[in-house]
C-alpha cells in the first residue's frame, strides 16, 4: 500500500435504469422501506442512520453513470471510503434487495467520476 489511506473501491452495478436519479432511488428505496417498517416514519436527515453493511451508511453512498445502464457506487465520504471489506459487505446487501442484474466490486480507478 503506497497511499496512507489505502486502496479505495468501489461497486459497479448493472439495471434497467437509464439515469442516475432511477439507480440511486433502486439503491436506496429497499433501505428506507425497512427503516420505515422498524421506525413508522423517515426524514432526510435518517439517511445518516440507515446501515448498508457496519460502518457503511446509506446517506454516504452516491450513484454515477459510467455507461448506459452501469453506474459505480462509492462513498462521497472523503474520510469514510469503502474498503474492500465494506465494498464486498454492500455488495452482498444490494444483492439481498435485488435492484441490479450485476454487482462487482473493483478498487476504483484514480481518475474516478466524482472528481
Known amino acids: 500500500m503506497t497511499d496512507k489511506k489505502g486502496c479505495e473501491y468501489c461497486l459497479i452495478v448493472e439495471g434497467a435504469y437509464l439515469t442516475e436519479g432511477e439507480a440511486e432511488h433502486a439503491l ?3 433501505f428506507i422501506e425497512d427503516w420505515v417498517e422498524q421506525h413508522g416514519h423517515f426524514k432526510i436527515h435518517n439517511m445518516d442512520d440507515i446501515q ?3 460502518g457503511v451508511t446509506l446517506g454516504s453512498l452516491g450513484v454515477y453513470m ?3 445502464r452501469v453506474f459505480e457506487i462509492s462513498s462521497d465520504d ?3 471510503p469503502l474498503t474492500e471489506h465494506k465494498a464486498k459487505g454492500v455488495a452482498e446487501a444490494l444483492r439481498r434487495q435485488d435492484m441490479f442484474d450485476e454487482i462487482n466490486v473493483e478498487p476504483r480507478e484514480e ?3 466524482t472528481d
Open 78 to 80: 472523503p474520510e469514510r
Open 28 to 30: 436506496r428505496d429497499p
Open 52 to 54: 448498508v453493511t457496519p
Open 66 to 68: 459510467i455507461d448506459e
Open 111 to 113: 481518475t474516478s467520476v
